[in-house]
């Protein structure tokens, strides 16, 4: 049996992951290739309620706090969902992953990223991305696109942060690309929905063999 395979899709708010997600998710089922799509919490109750609390909060949480509850959810999620599914040998696709950590909470949140890495590691227990895609796009870009598409409308307490924390997402996920450069590729998002899955696939069909 194939053995599974782990792909993370990262970036800004309004980059496209979701689409692109989508997009890929059709290409592996006409392809005939085992898959699931998930993002954190992914269904398990108590990552829900942990997710709840992060996005929701009306109380200021710190960079450290949030780091340790998506953490958390992200610990709850491998063990549950993930390592099933891989261990079947399905290409597993996620929606956000330790990078945005890394992101938003180390480098926009100013926390040490070697601490970080550290607890990553003991809560994913080994389940590195075999391939990571970063769709980047500037704040502004990532905004117009929210604001044209009334499902992206609504923006929770991380969204909410304005320009300066965001600014400082996209450089940090450009210095973690930079960081792990063997898993990340980055894809200039700006271009049109189909000229970016054209990129992903031709990416994708070059690593997975
Ligand atoms: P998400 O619901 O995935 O929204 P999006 O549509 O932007 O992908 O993520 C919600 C917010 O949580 C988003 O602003 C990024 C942030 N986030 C972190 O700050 N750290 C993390 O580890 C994760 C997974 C997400």
Do not use: W
């Amino acid at each position: 049996m194939k053995e599974g395979f782990l792909i993370t899709f990262e970036g800004g708010e309004g980059c496209g992951k979701s689409t692109q997600i989508k997009k890929f998710a059709r290409f592996l089922e006409e392809k005939g290739i085992e898959y699931l799509v998930s993002r954190e919490p992914g269904g398990t109750e108590v990552g829900e309620q942990i997710r709840n609390i992060l996005l929701h909060s009306k109380a200021e949480l710190s960079s450290t706090v949030e780091f340790l509850l998506f953490s958390s959810a992200r610990a709850v999620h491998i063990e549950k969902i993930v390592k099933p599914a891989l261990k079947q040998g399905k290409v597993v696709i996620l929606d956000r992953y330790y990078d945005s950590s890394y992101t938003y909470q180390g480098l926009a949140g100013d926390l040490d990223l070697n601490k970080l890495e550290e607890i990553t590691n003991f809560a994913i227990d080994g389940a590195v991305p075999n391939l990571t895609f970063l769709l980047d796009l500037t704040y502004e870009q990532g905004m117009a696109r929210k604001k044209e598409n009334p499902a992206l409308a609504n923006l929770d307490r991380i969204e909410l942060k304005g320009k300066t924390y965001h600014d400082k997402v996209r450089q940090g996920y450009l210095a973690i690309a930079k960081r792990f450069k063997d898993r990340i590729v980055v894809v200039d998002a700006s271009q049109s929905i189909d000229k970016v899955f054209q990129n992903v696939i031709a990416i994708f069909e070059e690593i997975y063999k």
